[in-house]
């Protein structure tokens, strides 16, 4: 009994905790049995060869991966001790509690203010003022550390701006919902090495007040820029330990291999 | 050895000029695209001529601008005073283009969207195969449907004394200009990259949303041109047009007046006229407004579609 509590205060720590999580596409199996506890608050990377299907473990969190109708999951995966697969879920909650970047800067092909706002309007129910909605976009760009850049541009299409800043906006129109995950897939795989820099300091900014999910093909990157990292192949989870632990003493061959560079 | 040499690499240089046959198929397959090519626009421009010069005669004689388009007198064939006014005429075109507008809007973006948007597989397959059916009913097979079946119908319905008026022609040209907008809305809304509806859904938005909010503005460059390529197809149209407005030259207070459009009387009366009368000539004028009319809406739809490609 007492065991059980214990165990429940441990979940509530939990951003993400996924137990026997599989996912097939069609009859391809992406994910084996995955069992993985994501702690709240911190920078999580997740690092493996093409294919290993890192993200498509990201891509379930906030089941986007459900737009394809060839997709199969069993197992259970609670997000902030809620299951998101539960029948009485609603989807579009789901998707605002956990937000997601792409690997490619993708915001809408509307003005800057209208992608800052667009997932604010579609989750509140009645209309905005205009004073609250401008301090709205002033808080979400403050945040990613774009506004004094765009400030005198809010009408401006979003999809004028340079990569980097694109990037930095599609992180900024999740903040508005108030995510308590964000999952970023390859955020900075479009971007120079100064726009790499830029997105892996607001990532270190906003850590803390959201869980950040980060899937990276950069070591480096994963090395620098998270606390814990997780280390998949083949769709199984090898290693999941902090990340400054398994980059020196890796505890399993394949992750040595890996990030050594032997394969990948 | 040395001037062995030489020689085989003179005999080398001499291959580079050896023109055989696959040079000059190539050369005569280049000249044949090439004509192919330009084809297109030697007939517009040979057919533009064509009609000007059979037209030219009256514009440069009997021809008064006011007249011709703001009369509403159609009577090439009056015995005392022949007159040539167009507005009716106008007005039977419009009126009727109008009308399909308004039916084929609705029905041809709500098939698009739904085709690109929401069918899937085999349902997607076999709507886009029978739109594409649609579009391939000769346009007198439609003029026969609105005489033979809306006629009786409307007088039916709406207890007026003719059915072959600005409703029926409307309805018919509507439903054939509606599948060939279909076609270029739904080739819109696919043009739209799939990753706006990708962020729009990864941040919560409903299917509706994302159509509402990103698709359809994203492409309403598409959609305008589709709209404009369906109003050049009514004002072109004939054969249809011909057989369900009732064919009265009258400016219509509503949909079950009988008109008359610009193409139909090109059609009906040109056989009847001695070439190079006023009364022929008159025809050709009206050809001449047709053409640039039609040329223009394509000219802008072209541009507006155009506009979407590079966005």
Known sequence: MLATKQQQADNKMMAISTTDLSLWYGTFQALFDIKLDIKQGIITSMIGPSGCGKSTFLRTMNRINERLDYVRISGKVDVMGQNIFAPEVEILQVRKQVGMVFQRPNPLPISIRDNILFGHNIHSAGKTGKSEEGEIVESALQQVLLWDKVKDRLDHKATALSLEEQQKLCIARLLPVKPSVLLMDEPCSALDPKGTEAVEELLWDLRGKYTILIVTHNMAQARRASEECIFMLMGKVIEHRETGEMFLTPQHQETADYIEGRYG | ?311
């Not at chain 2, 459009?261 to 050709?284: C, D, K, M, N, R």
């Open chain 2, 1 to 311: 050895m040395t001037t062995k040499r030489n020689a085989e690499s003179v005999a080398a240089a001499a291959d580079f000029d050896k023109l055989n046959r696959d040079w000059y198929i190539d050369k005569a397959v280049q000249v044949l695209v090439f004509l192919g090519g330009i084809s297109a626009i030697i007939f517009i421009i040979g057919i533009f001529v064509f009609i000007t010069k059979e037209g030219m005669g009256f514009i440069l004689g009997d021809f008064s601008f006011t007249e011709f388009f703001f009369s509403q007198n159609w009577r090439p064939t009056s015995e005392n005073k022949a007159t040539y006014g167009i507005l009716a005429l106008i007005a039977g075109t419009a009126s009727v283009t109008g009308l399909a507008m308004l039916i084929a809007i609705p029905f041809s973006l709500g098939t698009a969207i739904f085709i690109a948007e929401f069918a899937t597989g085999r349902t997607r397959e076999f709507l886009k195969i029978t739109v594409e059916l649609l579009a391939a009913i000769p346009s007198v097979v439609w003029g026969f449907i609105g005489l033979a079946l809306m006629n009786p119908l409307i007088i039916d319905i709406f207890d007026v004394p003719v059915g072959l008026n600005v409703l029926n022609a409307g309805i018919i040209l509507g439903l054939m200009a509606a599948p060939i907008m279909t076609s270029i809305a739904e080739d819109a809304l696919k043009a739209v990259p799939d990753r706006y509806r990708e962020a729009a859904e990864a941040m919560g938005a409903t299917r509706w949303q994302v159509i509402y909010k990103v698709v359809l503005p994203a492409a309403k460059n598409g959609l305008l041109g589709a709209v404009l390529l369906g109003v050049g197809r009514g004002f072109g149209e004939t054969m249809a047009v011909l057989m369900a407005t009732g064919h009265a030259i009258n400016i219509p207070g509503s949909v079950f007046d009988s008109v008359r459009a610009l193409t139909a009387t090109i059609a009906a009366e040109l056989g009847e006229t001695a070439v190079g009368s006023p009364h022929y000539q008159a025809l050709f004028t009206i050809g001449i407004s047709l053409f640039v009319i039609t040329f223009i809406i394509n000219l802008i739809a072209d541009l507006v579609i155009r506009d979407v490609r590079k966005g």
